[in-house]
């Protein structure tokens, strides 16, 4: 099922925008183009566009970007750590070995995206909707999926370790391959939940159970 998670769709040559995103403004469009080793900061803009755009290399610091809108897009080794991306929709994006520590995604809706060797500790995700996305050897430790919306989306080798999944349905989700001591999440959302026996201990805490 993950192979019809859909691709960015990036053409060839881009030209470069590095110097035109050093100032957003509120409901900016930047259309095909790379923006490439530079550090962007004290950024607070709304209703941001970035459609065909590959971003390399690139810090964003202290910047609110909210309800922004993301096509066709690419992340690679970016740091993106504790910036606002809350009420964005991201359409075919790949976040490839980026920080997205701290990284606010709350009410944000994902469609075909992939997080892929990621280190997004802390992140926040709640009542976010997922549709077709993955999560793949990332470390997600205390991330916050609460009442997030979770249709056709993968974890896999992730490190969830005391991730918030309360609220969110886990029918049909794989944890595993992944990696935690304990989750936060209810007895509820649990039925359908994909485990391994190794996992199992985790959960018996909610069921009521001792083990002797």
Excluded at 62 to 69: C, D, G, Q, T, V
Excluded at 86 to 111: A, M, Y
Aim: with cysteine; aromatic share 12%.
């Amino acid at each position: 099922m993950k192979s019809k998670i859909e691709l960015p769709k990036i053409p060839l040559n881009l030209p470069v925008l590095s110097q035109q995103v050093y100032s957003l403004q509120s409901k900016d469009e930047f259309t095909i183009g790379s923006v490439d080793d530079i550090t962007i900061d004290n950024q607070n803009a709304a209703k941001v566009s970035f459609d065909k755009v590959v971003f390399n290399n690139v810090t964003i610091m202290e910047s609110s970007l909210p309800e922004s809108e993301l096509t066709d897009v690419i992340f690679d080794k970016c740091d993106l750590s504790n910036i606002n991306f809350s009420g964005s929709f991201f359409h075919r994006v790949e976040f490839r070995n980026c920080k997205l520590i701290g990284t606010d995604f709350s009410r944000s809706r994902f469609q075909n995206v992939r997080f892929l060797n990621c280190l997004g500790d802390y992140s926040v995700f709640r009542f976010a909707k997922f549709k077709q996305v993955a999560f793949e050897d990332c470390s997600l430790i205390s991330s916050d999926f609460y009442h997030s919306t979770l249709q056709k989306f993968f974890f896999t080798s992730c490190k969830i370790d005391q991730a918030l999944l309360s609220g969110a349905k886990l029918k049909e989700i794989d944890l595993s391959d992944c990696e935690f001591d304990g989750l936060n999440v209810d007895i509820e959302d649990l039925p359908g939940c994909i485990i391994s026996a190794s996992q199992a201990s985790s959960f018996v805490g909610l069921l009521g159970l001792v083990i002797k």
